[in-house]
Each structure stands twice: as structure tokens, then as C-alpha cells.
């Protein structure tokens, strides 16, 4: 039998985290820019696409991001198409994560003084460039904080993809177990590696924030 | 085509689930909130190694995804001779997931009382336990029901993942269901359409409940005299 040292956990693990890594980029990319879109959508046209837009966010907010993944995959398939985890992941945790970026980013949205929108019609600025020059650079100092924030959500949320046969941390340290009956060794270094990953981000993010109320103060 | 009558057939084992679930979650919040506040004392007022203890403890659980925490548990602690059933595994993983976030959010809350109640609460000669259970703890729950609320219903959300260690909770007999009848699609919109229910169900309940009986009783019975 061949004898795993701790060197071969950590080391197939380390390789296997490159795709948590990926995941998470590609989720967090994706999820901010249909966020985004949604957001915009919601913020041109309050009455048509504000109600749609809620319930998206309510939707993906109030189910588990389990059963979203199940449905990716198997929904996937009923369409026809060649289902890989890969993609049912990438597409389950963008939608996931554009339901609460969008969410993040409307209430930075509306932290911003009703009286700027105001001075800003007064100017008879366009919708666009009312984003562009007065809301939007101000909301987006109050939104990087959370964002930043919202990353290690992200990051965790990939975890789950293991759950369909996506082979990233969580996935190689099951499979690492199953090979050398170290349970207690894997998951404790799994579990390291995800903390190794969060909490720099974590950090980042409770900075980010102190800096910013200091700033407002 | 989509069936759903192949799965709805099965209500039975989708009730049984969801009820399971809802226990779960039910334990889980009690013990879970249970923990947080006892945290959120002892980073707040705690002597400082305790204090120390419980920072370590919320960064490990608030930096690591909920699932391997549950694998640690379930599957990592048996090889030090704690062999635990899937259900008590589910419970304590999701206590002590819970236990984190409710420190960080009762923290905040206890962080808020203004200096004055206490010097007010001293000054009736209250021990410090009294001071912390009736002057400090509702309103600071009070102030943070919200977001404990929130948090309590993410937790119940997470607990879809337990069905992987073989407890029997809602995702579980979806999965059961769709190994029956090859209807997956079907059986897991049903099964998280019933989540977003009992999302909503909760956060209906929890915020009818808590002005009542979790923040809203003070000692000096406030509320009624302010009418309400």
C-alpha cells in the first residue's frame, strides 16, 4: 500500500485549490457584471424592471445555493445540452453572486443623499451621466467595503460545487480521504487552506470599512 | 417534458423533510443564538485570553465554507473516538456556524448600549449578571434582530448541505425522490421552491416573535406603558 506523508495531502490539495481559486474569480466577475446590469435595469426603470429584479434577488437569496447548483446541472441537461460541472458551477455561483451584488450595490445606491439625485436634475444631466459623474463614484466608495466583503462568500460558496462532481478543495480532500483514511488530517488542512484564502480577504474588507468611517467622520 | 406530478406524488417524504429541516433549524437557532451571546459577552466584556479564545473561533468559522466544517465534524472527529450520528453531526456543525455569526452580530448590539444604563443599572444595585440579562441583552437584541434573523434563515439554508452525510432533511428526500423517478429537475425546483417558503415562513415568524417575547418584554414593562 502506498503510504501518503502530509507533503501529498498538502500538495494534491494546493493543486486542487487552483480551481477553487478560478471558481471564485470567475463567479465574482460574472456575478458583478449581471449584477451590475441588473442593477442598472432596476435603477432606469424602477417601475417595469424594479418588481423582476426583486424577485431575482429574492429568489436566489431565499434557496440554498445547493439546490441552485442541483438545478444548473441537472436543468442543464434537460435542455439538451453537455453537461459539465464546470459550467453548471460557473453558471449556478454567477447568478448567485449577481443576486447579491445587485442587493449590495442598491443599498450603496441609496446611501447616497436623495439631494445629490435632485441637483444633479437640476442640472439636466442624462441618466447616464448622472451614474457616471454625481451616484456613481459616490456609491462606489461606500460599496467596496462589502464587495470586498461579499468575495469570501463567494469563495465558500464554491465549496458546494464538490457536491456535483466539481473536483476544487473541498472535492480533493473527499477524494484524498477516501485514498488514506486521514479524515481528521484532510479536512483539518482543507479547512486551513479555505481560512488561508478568506481571511486575508476578511481583513481587507474590515479595513477597507474602518478606513471609510473614519473617512466620513 | 416536466412531470411534476411524479414528484408531488411523493409529498410525504417532501413533508417529512421539510419538518426535519425546520427542526434542525429550530435547535440549531436556540443553541446557535445561545452561543453567539455568550460570545459576544466575552468579546465585549470577557476577560481578555477568553476574549482571545473566542476571536480565534469566530475568524476560523467565518473564513471556512460550512460544508467542510460539517466533514470535519462528521468525518474528522470519529478518528478521535467521538462518533457522532449524521443528525447530531448536522446540529453541531450548524451551532457552531451559527454560534459565530450570532457573536459578531450580538456583539455589535452589546457594543451599542449607551454608558448610561449601566451606571442606572449599578446604581439599583444589580449584580453583574442581572445587569447583562435585563438591561444589556434585550436591547441589544433588540438593536441586531434583524441581522440575526437574516443569519438564522442562511443557516437554514445551509443546512441543504447535511443531506450529504445522510441526514435525513428536505434536499435529502429530494434526492430520493429524484433516484425513484429520474424526475431531478423537477424534484429539486419543488424541494427549493419549499425553501424560499420556509424562508419566508421564518423571517415572518421570527420577526412577529422576537418584539414579543425575545426583546420586547423589559423589566419595567416599557411597551405596554408606551402603549403599544
Redo the contacts between chains.
Keep these: 500500500m502506498v503510504e501518503f506523508t502530509l507533503w501529498d495531502i498538502v500538495r494534491n490539495l494546493l493543486l486542487a485549490g487552483r480551481w477553487t481559486v478560478a471558481l471564485s474569480l470567475i463567479a465574482f466577475v460574472g456575478g458583478g457584471l449581471v449584477g451590475m446590469a441588473l442593477l442598472l435595469t432596476r435603477l432606469a426603470k424602477p417601475a417595469v424592471a424594479g418588481r423582476f429584479v426583486a424577485g431575482y434577488v429574492q429568489l436566489f437569496q431565499g434557496t440554498p445555493l445547493l439546490m441552485q447548483l442541483f438545478l444548473s446541472y441537472f436543468g442543464m441537461g434537460l435542455l439538451g445540452l453537455d453537461v459539465s460541472p464546470w459550467f453548471s458551477a460557473a453558471l449556478a455561483l454567477t447568478l448567485y453572486t449577481s443576486a447579491f451584488l445587485c442587493e449590495i450595490w442598491r443599498g450603496c445606491v441609496n446611501a447616497v443623499p436623495r439631494g445629490q439625485w435632485e441637483a444633479s436634475d437640476s442640472l439636466a444631466l442624462s441618466f447616464g451621466e448622472k451614474l457616471r459623474y454625481v451616484i456613481g463614484p459616490q456609491a462606489l466608495r461606500i460599496a467596496v467595503a462589502p464587495t470586498v466583503g461579499f468575495l469570501v462568500q463567494v469563495i465558500k460558496g464554491t465549496a458546494l460545487a464538490s457536491v456535483i462532481g466539481f473536483i476544487e478543495l473541498t472535492k480533493a480532500g473527499t477524494m484524498i480521504t477516501n485514498a488514506t483514511f486521514k479524515p481528521f488530517t484532510v479536512y483539518a488542512c482543507v479547512a486551513l487552506m479555505y481560512f488561508a484564502l478568506c481571511w486575508p480577504v476578511s481583513a481587507w474588507s474590515r479595513r477597507l470599512e474602518r478606513r471609510m468611517r473614519r473617512e466620513r467622520i | 417534458m416536466?412531470d411534476f406530478g411524479a414528484v408531488l406524488v411523493d409529498w410525504p417524504l417532501l413533508l417529512r423533510g421539510a419538518a426535519f429541516t425546520l427542526g434542525l433549524t429550530a435547535i440549531a437557532a436556540i443553541l446557535g443564538v445561545a452561543l453567539g451571546v455568550a460570545c459576544g459577552w466575552a468579546r465585549a466584556w470577557g476577560p481578555k485570553p477568553l476574549a482571545w479564545v473566542v476571536a480565534t473561533y469566530v475568524?476560523?468559522i467565518?473564513?471556512?465554507?460550512?460544508?467542510?466544517?460539517l466533514?470535519?465534524v462528521f468525518?474528522?472527529?470519529?478518528?478521535?473516538g467521538l462518533r457522532l450520528s449524521p443528525e447530531v453531526a448536522s446540529i453541531i456543525a450548524m451551532v457552531l456556524n451559527l454560534g459565530a455569526y450570532a457573536a459578531e452580530i450580538s456583539r455589535a448590539g452589546i457594543e451599542g448600549t449607551p454608558r448610561g444604563q449601566f451606571e442606572a443599572a449599578r446604581s439599583l444595585a444589580l449584580n453583574e449578571f442581572q445587569v447583562f440579562t435585563r438591561v444589556v441583552l434585550p436591547p441589544a437584541l433588540g438593536r441586531v434582530w434583524p441581522a440575526l434573523v437574516s443569519q438564522i434563515?442562511i443557516v437554514m439554508?445551509?443546512?441543504?448541505?447535511c443531506g450529504?452525510i445522510a441526514t435525513q432533511e428536505l434536499?435529502y428526500y429530494?434526492n430520493l425522490i429524484?433516484s425513484r423517478n429520474f424526475r431531478?429537475?423537477e424534484s429539486?425546483?419543488v424541494?427549493?421552491l419549499v425553501?424560499?417558503a420556509m424562508?419566508?415562513a421564518i423571517r415572518h415568524l421570527l420577526n412577529w416573535i422576537g418584539p414579543r417575547w425575545i426583546y420586547g418584554r423589559d423589566p419595567l414593562g416599557g411597551r405596554a406603558a408606551a402603549g403599544h
Design positions: 416536466l475568524e476560523l467565518r473564513n471556512t465554507p460550512f460544508i467542510v466544517q466533514f470535519f468525518f474528522g472527529l470519529p478518528s478521535l434563515i439554508l445551509g443546512s441543504a448541505v450529504q434536499s429530494a429524484q431531478a429537475f429539486f425546483i424541494a427549493t425553501y424560499l424562508a419566508v
